[in-house]
């Protein structure tokens, strides 16, 4: 059972950064692609950034593009969003997502509990 654990989030004011942490633990990294998920009040959840695990290809949605980025260290089992110049709509509740064996973030086989990001002045 691989366990995924966020940290990081917090509040920003408008055109600041954070950097989000996902942890695993209870299985090698190596093996999962890993996703970034946000869902924001009232609205789906929708990925924002994979990182596949063969070959390590990584993408992003429209709205973070240049903004967002997607990074992982599989020897320390730890995957990372590089978040700069955030806006109030990237205000979400931030998940760290695996999937085993697979060269896309869907579906999804393991969640993490969620962080919170807020963009406010």
């Known amino acids: 059972q691989l366990q995924l654990v966020e940290s990081g989030g917090g509040l920003v004011q408008p055109g600041g950064s954070l950097r989000l942490s996902c942890a695993a633990s209870?299985?090698?990294?190596?093996?999962?692609?890993i996703g970034w998920f946000r869902q924001a009040p009232g609205k789906e959840r929708e990925e924002v950034s994979c990182?596949?695990?063969?070959?390590?290809?990584?993408n992003y949605a429209d709205s973070v593009k240049g903004r967002f980025t997607i990074s992982r260290d599989n020897a320390k089992n730890t995957v990372w969003l590089q978040m700069n110049s955030l806006k109030p709509e990237d205000t979400a509740v931030y998940y760290c997502?695996?999937?085993?064996?697979?060269?896309?973030?869907?579906?999804?086989?393991?969640w993490g509990q969620g962080t919170q990001v807020t963009v406010s002045s």
């Open positions: 209870g299985f090698p990294l190596e093996h999962f692609a």
């Open positions: 997502a695996a999937t085993f064996g697979s060269t896309s973030c869907d579906p999804i086989d393991y």
């Open positions: 990182f596949t695990s063969s070959p390590g290809v990584t």
